[in-house]
Each structure stands twice: as C-alpha cells, then as structure tokens.
C-alpha cells in the first residue's frame, strides 16, 4: 500500500516540530468487518457429503449448512493447483499462471507455476487493510523447484500474504507421516500415530493455537482463515473407529450408489426431479482413455467388490475424520463469540478423483510410476486398508458415483463431473436465511470477490506498483439474500484442463470431447457437444444438432477467453512425459550431489535424481562404539524408496520398490568395528523391464571390499508425491525399510558426508576420492 503523506512540521529542534503518526498506524479492517474462515478440501463430488445427499456424514458440515446456505451449481477448474490459485487471486487460472499443477509447468505465460506480479492476493489485500491472516494444510501453489530448504521463498505463503503458515507445500502427504513446513521452515511432526498423531487433528488444533495467540494481543483484529486439509485426496487415511463406522455401507456398489444418491439430491431439492443420470463410461471408445475407464460392479469378482467397498469406506471414513476435526475449530470460535461474524465457506477444490484407475491401489505411487497393481496384493492389505502401511485411492468407480449425476470426474473440466464440488456458505450475521439451497451458477474466481465485497474492500488497480489483471469472477453477496432460483449474475465461465475444454454461458455450455493424458493432440478435430444446463443439470443429452448456431457461437466464445486469458497451448501429454519435463531450476544439474547430517530432509524436486540409471552412494563414516546403529542415508518411504544404514553392526542397503514385498536387500557379511570406513553401493542399469523401470546389478561396500551383490531393480518415476526427502543420518516421517523405526537415528558414530553420484567413474575410483577426502579432513 502506498503510504500517507507526512503533515506534520520538522524543525531543527523536535520541539519545535510536529508529529503526525497517520503515515505510520497500520491500516484498521473496516468496522465490524467479519472473520473469514476458507475450508477446502480435495477431490470432492457434488454427491459426497451427507448435507448434499451423500452417505458421508459430515455433522460439522451439516451444522454450517442448517445455518447458512447450500450451492448446486458451484464450479472449479477441475484440477487442484488451479483451483487454488483462483482462491488466492480471483483471476482465472491461466491469469495465476496455474494451467495445471505446479509440477507440470511449461515454459508459456497460462502454465508457468508462478503467480505474476499483476495478480495480488486476497491475503495481501486482507493483511495490508487491517486482518491477520492464517495459512494452514495443503498448499500446491509452490514451484516443485522452490520445495527446498535453500529454494526461492518468493511463492511460499508467507510471500502471498500470509502472517503464519503450517501446512505442506506438496499435492498431497503421508496424513501420518507428513512433509511439514511452518512458516518458512521445513520441520518435523510433534509426536508420531502411536501416540494419537494425524494431520487433520494437528491442522486443527495449530488453527485455534493461532486464533487464540491473535486474540491474546489483537482481540478487536479481524483474522482471514485458509485451511486446506489433506482429505479428501489420496493416500486416504482414517483412524480404524471411523473406518468401522461405514463398513457394509457401500457393499451394493458404485451403480446402486448413484441411483440412491440421486434420489436424495433431488429430496434435498439440490437437483430437479428430471435430472437424468449418465453413463458410467460416457466417453467413446476412441477418446476415452483406458486409466479412467469404470468397471461394472456386476462384472467384479467377489474380492474385487469385497476390496472396492472398503476403498469406499475408508475415503469416507477420511473425510469425517476431518470434518470432526473442523468442528473442534468451530466450537473454539462459538464458545469465544467469534462465530456469528465468521464468514464461513466450506468446499471442495475439484470433482472425486480418478487416479485409482479401474482396480484401485493400496499405494497410489504405482499410479505415478505406470505400474499395474496385483489384485493379490491388495486383497492382503485388506483389513490394513486406512492404516500406516497403506498409500490407498478407491477405483473410477467410486469417483464417478461421487459425483453423480454427471460424466466423469477430475481433470475433466468440460464436464461438470469434475468441476461441480459442494460449497456452503454460513455468516449468522449476515445471512439471514437458513437451511436454503442456492442454484445461481458460479465458480471458484467468484470467492475473492465475495469475501472482499463483505469485507467492504477492494482489489487495487496497481499493487506494490504493478497495474493488476482485473478480477475474473462477480461477487456471490447478492445470492445471500437471493430466491433459490433467482438469475445468476455471472455471465461466462471457460474450462480448460490437460487437454480438456469447455465453456458456460448464460445457462448453456459446450464441451469439446478429449481426455487428459492421451498424447493424441489434434484438437481441431475434437466433437463439440451443447447442453441446456439450466434445464438439463447432468449434462445428460447433447442439443449439437438441434443448436448448430448456439454451439458455434459458444466455441468463438471459447477462443475469446482461450486469447484473453492466455490458456493456449493446450497440453495433453502423458502424465510421465509431463511430469518428467525438464524446467530450470536455480541449481544446475549435476553429477555428483554431497550431503551433511544435520540439515532439512532435501525434497525430491530437488534433490538427486537416481530414477532410470546408474548411480552410486559414498558414505564417509567413523564408528566409535561397537554397537553403532541408525540411517546413514535414507530417500522415500516404505511406499517407495532406498536406505542405507547400520544394523547388528553390519551395513544394510534396502531398495523398496512401490513398496512391493519383500524388500530388495543387501547385507555386508564383515562386522563393522569402531574405525574409520567408506561404506556404500553401486548399481549398475542393464536394461529396462516390461513397464519402464530400471533392471541391474547391485554391490554393497565396506571401503574397497565387495560384501554383497545381485540383481536389483528402481523405480522410473517419483519415490512418492508426499515429499518424503532425502535424509542424512536419520529417516524423516516414515520409514523406507522395515528394519528400522523412524527416525532411525545414527548413533555411536559420525558421519562426515554422504555423496550420491551418477557420474560414470566406477565405484572403486570414487571410494579412494572419499577415502582421501576422509583422511584430510
């Protein structure tokens, strides 16, 4: 903000001078500006949620809508990181520089992962006019390569306009084991799940820790609120007495589902009694991709229904979980007073998911590495399903019947199948109807404007000296006070997401018919359909033929927003070749990467790429007690990742791939005695397996002596997206191999430096480098 003129007098003599402290007071929030509290979850279909319609129960959420407001027709880009970032500015996507998560940036103005200066946050405009502002849980609006104890602190929260963060950069963590960050800072989880530990009970006890902490100080000060809990996205984890609540409840599967659910929508007077159901495959068999097809639940076997059921189970046992956890928040602000004038919204950033493929996963990481998952395998992990030795999704199935009555799910956005999410709105203060539903269409961009048209603010032209990009969306104010199926006041939405389009205008939309991650490009060729929304809500029967002119007109619209916004290009590669893109970062790549006990755990993003090749470990260590023990070096968790460690006064090697038993290990046969040693191994890449991976040899070490050797095999893509980092001298959140607990601590000795090579050299030559390096040290 720009700074008020000085009035007073300066002399020589201060006494012959006159103050004026108007240009230094911080700015005051309006009077009786409200709190505004922002609770978005992941992955969330319209038909979830128990207020909606849905078998989840969610009391804290029906408590807020029985006191506020219902939205049917609220919508996202279909992807989280895009979404997010309509959350924070209130320009569409592109605007943010947000085409799709921050992981698949690309080097155009629409898809660069960074938020531009023209585009200040509702945390800058709120913090600069008088609020606190709290940050807490899931963040994925960090550049992958900014993820790092030394990367750019340009695009963390605190940069955005945050006072406190406490959260995870990442798109998704370990809801047992997550990769934490407080404020600027990577930092370790308080206590563990043996002693009661979940991320949804820490996010929300640290959310009434910082409204109490403003409120000793500041108590007349206004707080904005933004709490993204890692549910409902995968892995889903839930403690076991809400998992037993729901078993049986989703025995009849997916298509009864959504034939049940429908029917209560329509009760709840969410959708209208004609709303007609769509297929569970609706794509045609030459667009549609294979990864997110449905299989019909009376084609599965008796343990394909007996495992899909207790996926189901499980994710809604997640999502309670939290909401129950949310509502400890809430009733710490009505036992203080606070809620009345809270602003509440409470919502979902896109559509169910549809990562679990057609048969599900007990470790979503064989998703992100193209890896089929083994019925066999799954069906044993039965009853641990939730727990800690599991990293689940649900099959397609579920995601479809989540999000009931429309096509498809996440990542689509021209179906509302993966843009259509639950929203409520509670203000007691300011909302006077209650228990209503609202119809008005609306999207994500139309929060920002909302909260600052409440808030009786607005966005500035030009922040921080840089001339803004306008606001995308309209403000929802007026629906407050609205008939359920008054006229929206928004005009014209567009959708584009990995490939998929669509846009909404005036109560009609047209979707161009394409699947994300189908490498297939050509979309000059792809079908366009029409749907009435306003008089068909599914989206269930295609008016192309009947409205040539209409559909022509709406993909000229389509275009117009593709220019002004800055979507193009369009991007529907495979999910490896845009993961695995390369993008600059600040350090250069290199061969050789030396690591000290001691610091941060190195985020994956940034740290030495192993995956698909040759490398090496080199460990410089001295062993003072007999019974040394701990992690020398340790990258990933049991769902997939390598350590190397002391164990039984031998030297450990473990590879775990996918987290697939057993685990890949190698075991030195000298029995290490107190002295000086290199320790480490080497594997060599022969060839590649049937699916992509890595196939060697390799040799464990104890300085120049060979001490175990065999065939092993890496994985291709990411050890996890949780975040579970590189670690010298101990194991961050949860343990790589079975054969130690985390954190593993290295203990009766020191490690000097552990160095991770690709380089071509063999190890042999390396080992007398470290050895000098050791003796000079």
Same mark, same amino acid.
């Given at each position: ?9 300066? &002399? ?29 979850? =992941? ?50 996507? #592109? ?42 849980? &899931? ?97 889903? #984890? ?12 989703? =025995? ?65 046992? $997640? ?119 609202? #119809? ?175 490398? &090496? ?65 080497? $594997? ?94």
């Amino acid at each position: 903000m720009t700074q008020k003129p000085f009035k007073g007098v300066i &002399k020589l003599d201060i006494r012959e001078s006159t103050p004026d402290w108007e240009p230094f007071i911080p700015a005051r929030a309006p009077k009786d500006a409200p709190n505004v509290l922002v609770i978005l979850y =992941d992955d969330t279909g319209l038909a979830t949620w128990s207020p909606f319609g849905g078998a989840v129960e969610m009391p804290t959420l029906q408590r807020l809508a029985d006191r506020g407001l219902m939205y049917s027709q609220w919508h996202t880009t279909a992807l989280c990181s895009p979404t997010r970032s309509t959350f924070l500015t209130g320009r569409n996507h #592109h605007l943010n520089g947000c085409s799709a998560i921050t992981e698949a940036s690309v080097g155009f103005p629409g898809g660069s992962g960074r938020i531009p200066e023209q585009c200040a946050t509702i945390g800058q405009v709120l913090q600069d006019n008088g609020y606190s502002t709290f940050w807490l849980g &899931k963040n994925h609006n960090v550049p992958e390569q900014d993820v790092a104890p030394g990367g750019s602190r340009k695009e963390w929260p605190l940069a955005k306009g945050f006072d406190r963060y406490y959260g995870f950069l990442g798109g998704e963590t370990n809801q047992w084991y997550p990769d934490l960050v407080e404020d600027n800072r990577f930092v370790d989880q308080e206590y563990g799940p043996e002693d009661g530990y979940h991320l949804s009970k820490d996010l929300a006890d640290k959310a009434i820790g910082m409204v109490k902490d403003q409120k000793a100080s500041n108590p007349s000060k206004p707080w904005f609120m933004w709490l993204c809990p890692g549910a409902n996205h995968a892995p889903h #984890h839930a403690p076991q007495e809400y998992i037993d609540k729901y078993r049986g409840k989703f =025995d009849s599967g997916y298509e009864s589902y959504r034939e049940w659910v429908l029917a209560r929508m329509v009760e709840k007077k969410l959708l209208p009694a004609d709303t007609k159901l769509t297929p569970i495959n609706p794509m045609p068999e030459d667009v549609a991709n294979p990864a997110d097809a449905v299989r019909p639940w009376d084609t599965l076997s008796a343990d394909e229904k007996q495992l899909f059921a207790r996926m189901a189970e499980v994710y809604a046992a $997640f999502s309670e979980y939290t909401d129950v956890q949310i509502g400890r928040l809430l009733d710490y602000l009505e036992e203080t007073g606070q809620l009345d004038n809270t602003l509440v919204f409470y919502c979902a950033d896109n559509g169910a998911s549809g990562e679990g493929t057609p048969n599900g996963s007990v470790n979503e990481n064989k998703f992100f590495n193209n890896y089929p998952d083994d019925l066999a395998e799954n069906m044993s992990m039965l009853d641990k399903l939730g727990g800690l030795d599991t990293y689940g999704h649900y099959p397609t199935g579920w995601a479809v019947a989540f999000s009931t009555p429309f096509q498809m799910f996440k990542r689509y956005a021209q179906f509302a199948g993966g843009t259509c999410a639950p929203l409520v709105v509670s203000w007691p203060k300011g909302i006077k109807a209650r228990g209503e539903v609202r #119809h008005q269409y609306h999207h994500s961009v139309d929060i920002v404007p909302t909260i600052l048209e409440v808030c009786g603010l607005e966005m500035p032209k030009v922040y921080r000296g840089v001339e803004q990009y306008p606001l995308s969306g309209v403000s929802m104010r007026y629906t407050f006070d609205a008939s359920p199926d008054g006229k929206t006041e928004k005009k014209r939405q567009y959708y584009a997401m990995i490939g998929t389009r669509g846009i909404w205008e005036d109560g009609w939309k047209a979707a161009a018919l394409h699947s994300p991650f189908q490498n297939t490009g050509h979309y000059e060729k792809d079908a366009w359909e029409l749907y009435h929304v306003d008089a068909d809500r599914s989206e269930s029967t295609n008016l192309a033929d009947q409205h040539p002119e209409r559909l022509e007109a709406l993909k000229k619209a389509w275009f117009e927003e593709a220019d002004a916004n800055m979507v193009l290009p369009l991007d529907d590669r495979t999910c490896g070749e845009i993961l695995n893109t390369p993008r600059p970062a600040e350090e250069e790549a290199r061969e050789r990467y030396v690591y000290y006990p001691g610091t941060a755990p190195v985020p994956e993003g940034v740290a030495v790429n192993c995956r698909g090749r040759s490398y &090496k470990i080199l460990a410089n260590v001295e062993i003072t007690d007999p019974d040394c023990a701990g992690v020398i070096f340790a990258h990933g968790s049991r769902f997939g990742g390598h350590a190397l460690f002391i164990k039984d006064r031998k030297l450990w090697y473990v590879y775990n791939f996918l987290g697939i038993k057993p685990e890949q290990t190698f075991v030195s046969t000298t029995e290490l005695k107190p002295g000086k040693y290199t320790l480490g191994m080497e $594997f060599i890449r022969e060839k590649s397996g049937e699916l992509g991976e890595a196939v060697g040899q390799t040799t464990l070490y104890v300085n120049e002596n060979v001490e175990a050797q065999g065939p092993m095999r890496t994985q291709l893509g990411k050890f996890t997206l949780s975040g579970d980092g590189l670690c010298v001298g101990r194991d961050s959140g949860d343990a790589v191999s079975g054969q130690y607990k985390t954190p593993g601590a290295f203990t009766g000795g020191t490690i000097q430096a552990v160095a991770v090579t690709t380089e071509k050299a063999q190890y042999l030559d390396l080992e007398k480098l470290a050895a000098a390096f050791l003796a000079v040290d």
